[in-house]
């Protein structure tokens, strides 16, 4: 199988991939996103001569070049090319406000939430969701680009700022927590491998921004939530952030529908590159 690897370049995740699938006689090209091009009434498809697809991120890009990618990727699914994750998980975690929200829909608890697109609005959400909350990027991953406020000047000044910056303001109560989250890495139905983070010398856990992690076996109900999270975005693989508040209360904080797996594999031993390639190979079936 020919599986090309959708990233911004050649880095950690796609070498890791290229080793797995060689290592089963495959071939795993890496293919920039942002190179990318379609043909209509003429061939011009950078995806034509691909078995499989694996899309391993989404580079920044203007509201067009992303939605342009995406209709790349619903056209080579639409001639039968498998497309892991398919485009409609990639389209609604890539958003946070839409991820969450099919999550919530499916009976899961997130923690209460509010987008909006002014400051003006930006303060009354800041304001029900008791002073406290994170600011994150609509956009975004591993922690980058997060912030806590729990002043009102701070949080006049961030919400004017990005509203300067016609972005979407997605406002978050924070979460209380004992000082650790679960990382749990899904492939279809099974958990292959799960992690717990703890913050260190900050309320993020995020490994990349400093977190401890080491590796743990999850509770039947943590399974439960996580596969939950994975099919109400329609995901086949997921990285889903869960997080138990100090009332015992189990969030699920995020659903990534390509999860990184740097720390996630020497801290449990999982060659999860592997486990990918192995299920786009012989086990996928895209509804």
Known sequence: MRIAVLSAGDGWHVKDLQRAA???????????????QGGVG??????????????????????????????????????GVVVL??????????DKYL????????????????????ADAGMEAFA???????????FGSEGRGMVRITDGETAWRVFRTLERLQTVLYVQQFIRHPGWDLRVFVI???????????????????VAQGGKAEAVDVTSNQRLLALKAMQAVHAH??????????????YVLEVN???GWRALAPTTGIDIATAMVSFLAEEYRPC
């Open 22 to 36: 060689a290592a089963l006689d495959h071939e795993a090209v890496a293919v920039d996103f942002r190179r990318i």
């Open 42 to 79: 003429i061939a011009a498809d950078s995806l034509g001569n691909f078995d499989a697809v694996m899309v391993r991120t989404m580079p920044p890009g203007s509201l067009e070049q992303v939605v342009f990618r995406m209709d790349a990727l619903h056209r080579v699914q639409a001639r």
């Open 85 to 94: 994750n398919p485009p409609a998980a990639i389209e609604a975690c890539v």
């Open 99 to 118: 991820a969450s929200a099919k999550v919530q829909a499916a009976g899961l608890r997130v923690p209460p939430t509010i987008a909006c697109q002014h």
């Open 128 to 138: 029900r969701l008791g002073s406290d909350v994170v600011v994150k990027p609509l």
């Open 188 to 206: 279809d139905s099974k958990v292959v491998a799960a992690m717990r983070r703890y913050a260190r010398d900050d309320w993020r856990t995020n």
């Open 237 to 250: 693989v997921a990285g889903v952030d869960l997080m138990q508040g100090l009332d015992g209360e189990w």
């Open 257 to 259: 529908a390509v999860p």
